[in-house]
């Protein structure tokens, strides 16, 4: 049973343009979301992460947006770079002691120039 | 060291042998993941470390797999009698505290079970 999901294995935009990047989680126990970006053969690279009593954080062209009563964040990205082209994982965290990550299967975005 | 290293970063090994696969995490980290990603698949978790104790080993897929970590640093996640199955990237992450939320990752290392 998938506790976080991407429902969109893909997406491409224009240079320039915003990219909207989805996830929905169904464990009312998590508090902290983030996102996570990966290239091809390295790990991922930690982006931005939000708590559960925000609704909004933002850094630089970051944006992520959660709607707990929705169960939803997205990650924002504006604007758009051809370097930004990657696999973007979705990944939840609930309160503990041990942080382990719950992660979504990902989105690959394309920027194209 | 500056990030989390993992060797070998490539394996391939024959069914039903040992195979050994190393995490040095950033120095100082004392929360300790693995994680793996099997082809098609989302990250999933297999063991966490809190210096040196394993508190939580839930995510190891079976008995074949074990974990170590010594001098709250260095880790050796050991699958016996591979299977082809156990084909997968296997990532090891680090975390300044596990309260921490945010964790860094090693390149991972690609294992073929043939």
């Known amino acids: 049973d998938q506790q976080v999901k991407q429902n969109s294995p893909s997406l491409s935009v224009q240079e320039g343009r915003i990219s909207i990047l989805n996830c929905d989680y169904t464990?009312?126990?998590?508090?902290?979301f983030l996102w996570y970006k990966k290239y091809p053969a390295e790990g991922p690279t930690f982006l931005i992460s939000?708590?559960?009593i925000k609704d909004k954080n933002e850094d630089g062209r970051f944006t992520v947006f959660l709607n707990k009563s929705a169960k939803h964040l997205s990650l924002h990205i504006v604007p758009s770079q051809p370097g930004d082209s990657a696999v973007y994982f979705c990944?939840?965290?609930?309160?503990?002691?041990?942080?382990?990550?719950?992660w979504g299967l990902g989105t690959s975005l394309a920027v194209n120039p | 060291g500056a990030g989390v290293s993992q060797s070998p970063s490539n394996k391939v090994t024959e069914k039903g042998k040992d195979v050994e696969l190393r995490c040095d995490p950033i120095s100082g980290h004392t929360a300790l993941y693995w994680y793996r990603q099997s082809l098609g698949q989302g990250l999933e978790f297999l063991i966490y470390?809190?210096?040196?104790?394993?508190?939580?080993k839930s995510g190891l897929p079976s008995d074949r797999f074990s974990a170590e970590r010594t001098g709250g640093s260095v880790s050796t996640l050991t699958i016996q009698r591979t299977q082809q199955e156990d084909s997968a990237v296997y990532l090891c992450?680090?975390?300044?505290?596990?309260?921490?939320?945010?964790?860094?990752f090693g390149q991972g290392t690609r294992l073929t079970v043939v």
């Open positions: 939000i708590s559960s």
């Open positions: 992450a680090s975390s300044r505290t596990a309260r921490r939320v945010e964790a860094f």
């Open positions: 464990n009312s126990m998590f508090d902290y």
């Open positions: 470390f809190q210096g040196n104790s394993a508190p939580d």
């Open positions: 990944a939840a965290s609930a309160a503990g002691n041990n942080r382990k990550l719950i």
